[in-house]
């Protein structure tokens, strides 16, 4: 394996975060090299989770380089890793690794670890030709994945994956959840899993035909178009009580207003969108006691979750919708991102 490896590379450079930041494709950015336990990783594909646009915006300290669904080969190992990761065809994820040590980390959460250092956050992101990754929290890629399918599972995926992991102890069997915002990047993913792989009875919620058409393909039960109809009450008239658990994929604060309204007494409400770091969730401590409600928040999943939906896909259980744009659309799409014009999830090529 003598690939020779670049100093310099095209990467898209964030500049200037906060209202008016921008990104420009920078064609002469430094490629890192590989310290102990991590890899160099040439990128295929990566895709671009509407999270971005935190970064973009200056909401939080992130890398000049974001990104975190990126699919590449192993092409370079740093000290500790073993020769056999060379060629493998991997996924580099939002965990980019854990201290391995703390309560979470021992009993296979590292998503929630005490210490965790994130991809585009503490390491440069994936949205370049060569990034370096932790080769302990690598994703190994099945066969019969392609890179562009499995981009948006390494996140938007794995997000919902965890999400309704949580449900477990709320919601029989065949019980009722929504998905608030069923028709973007990660709702359409979470029908597929809730119904396909959980057979929960799902109620998506989202608005526009398209959006309507793509949540019923994915197996949603019922769809209730928020601009249209009276979203509480259509619940009300589908599950009697209200739904057992609601997962708000949707980070628009209405979204989070309306979640208790749909589930019934004892029900869950799981935290997935991200809204502005300032919103807080909009409902009195008194009516949390009253109606026995539960708050979740979840971040990304598990590494086992990773694994099982990645062997999802093989199977073509799960199949996410993707739309590939070209590496140089990457601005406009983190300005349509800005705009939340952005329908389901945008994978870009990565120039080779
Ligand atoms: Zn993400
Ligand atoms: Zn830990």
Redesign the pocket.
Known sequence: MTTPIPTLQTAAVIQEPGPNGTVRIDNAYPVETPGKNQVLVKLAYSGVCGSEVRALLGWSNYKPVVGHEGVGIVVKIGENVSESVLGQRVGVKWLHS?????????RGS?NH????AYTGVHAQGTLQQYVVADSRYLTAIPDGVADEVASPLLCGGLTMMGGIAKLDAHIPKDGWVVVSGSGGGLGHVGVQIASRLRKFRVIAVDTGSSKRELSLQCGAHEFIDFATEDVEQRVREITGEGAHACLIVSGSEAAFELAPKLVRNNGLLAIIGLPAATFNFPLAASVFAARALTVTGVMVGTERQMEELLQHAAAGVIHPTVKVEEFSAIPEIFEKLKHGQVTGRIVVRIPQ
């Open positions: 854990a201290c391995g040590q703390c309560s979470e980390c021992q590292s670890c005490m210490k965790p």
